[in-house]
């Protein structure tokens, strides 16, 4: 065999080799270190772009599930509408009368972490939303000023309505869990357990 047939066989080889030793995409279609993720709005097509679920940071935004939301993979991995929350009440999610909620007011490793606070400025029934033992006083003192300079202008009905969409007219137990999503750092929800 001629020394050019040589070089070029082993060329060959070696891309062979380049090509196996590659990392092969996920399920989701995305190679490692990248995640599939949305731009703005309910029917915006997924793509892959630089996965940054590993951030400490949790960022808010409103799903196009019309809950609130905590990630640190920016964009999101579910489609949404908007960043920040979902509400603007002017309770812990920011808004009129507390304009500077703390980043994490429902960060949260455990169950253990979260407790509830219920909304004091809301339309329909009354929301009970999660938020991280740490922030509680704040959380509760900022909704009673919430509820003090609420100028929704909106109907308020009897109940109580939970994270999970749930809404309890009489009774029941609104209860909080940590739930991990996109993001290293968990966010406390409220739900009716069934």
Known sequence: MRASNVLRVALAAASLLACAS???PRADGCPAGFALTYT???SATPTCRPDTSGDAIAIVFCGCDGQTHYTSQWPPTR????QGPCASDGGTDGGLSCTRPPA???GCNTDDDCT?????CYCGARPVVGVARVYAAYATLCEG???STCRLGCAVSPGRVAEDGTVLDDGGVVSVRCEHGDAALGACRTYVMR
């Open 22 to 24: 590659e990392a092969t």
């Open 116 to 120: 509830s606070v219920p909304r004091g």
């Open 145 to 147: 000023e919430a509820a």
């Open 40 to 42: 703005i709005g309910c």
């Open 79 to 82: 489609p949404w509408v908007s």
């Open 104 to 106: 994490q007011v429902a």
